[in-house]
Every structure is written in C-alpha cells, then in structure tokens.
C-alpha cells in the first residue's frame, strides 16, 4: 500500500516562509510527476507546483516566484518551499503523486498566514 504524508504545516505571519514536505511510503516502484495543490473553504482544490522525475517544473501564476517546488528521487520525498507568504495563501495543502502509474494523494497540511 502506497502512502503519502504531508508535513510542515502551521501558522505563519504574512511575509514569512514555510516549507512543507511530503513523503512516499510503501511498496514503491516507479515515481513520476509530483505536485502540490491546496484548496480553500468553499473553493475547489487548485494546482500549486509540479515537478517530473527529471526536474522540470511548473506552477500556478499566483505562486510564481514565491514558491519553489523540489523532490529528493532516492527518498521519494517532494518538498515546497512557500516564501512570501499571503493571507490569501492560506489553505490545506495537498501532496499528490503519480507511483507506480497511479494517481495518489495525502491527507492534507494545514497552511495558515496571518496578516
């Protein structure tokens, strides 16, 4: 069974930085692209970041410049680094893998930015 666990989350002023990581666990084969999205009260859950096994990566207009996404292949571990930070940033942030060419996602990490 495949599991991912996200990790990082917390309360933080507007301005300031968190970084959030997220794990694979299980009986793990094959990795590919890895991401980040988040959702709000109400709102649909939204891309953040991507990243594939080689690298390259993407991400939301609204984060652009802000936010670095990065993984560690040899520990199946995606990290985001979130600097900058918003009121508007604030959501629960969910990891979300493509192991073993199927679709998984973590539980969740609550991201809070106060102004």
């Known amino acids: 069974q495949v599991q991912l666990v996200e990790s990082g989350g917390g309360l933080v002023q507007a301005g300031g930085s968190l970084r959030v990581s997220c794990a694979a666990s299980?009986?793990?084969?094959?990795?590919?692209?890895m991401g980040w999205y988040r959702q709000c009260p109400g709102k649909q859950r939204e891309l953040v970041a991507t990243?594939?096994?080689?690298?390259?990566?993407n991400y939301a207009d609204s984060v652009k410049g802000r936010f670095t996404i990065s993984r560690n292949n040899a520990k199946n571990i995606v990290y985001l680094q979130m600097n900058s930070l918003k009121p508007e940033d604030t959501a629960v942030y969910y990891c979300?893998?493509?192991?073993?060419?199927?679709?998984?996602w973590g539980q969740g990490t609550q991201v809070t930015v106060s102004s």
């Open positions: 299980g009986s793990i084969f094959r990795v590919d692209v």
């Open positions: 979300n893998g493509g192991i073993n060419r199927m679709n998984y």
């Open positions: 990243i594939t096994r080689d690298g390259m990566t």
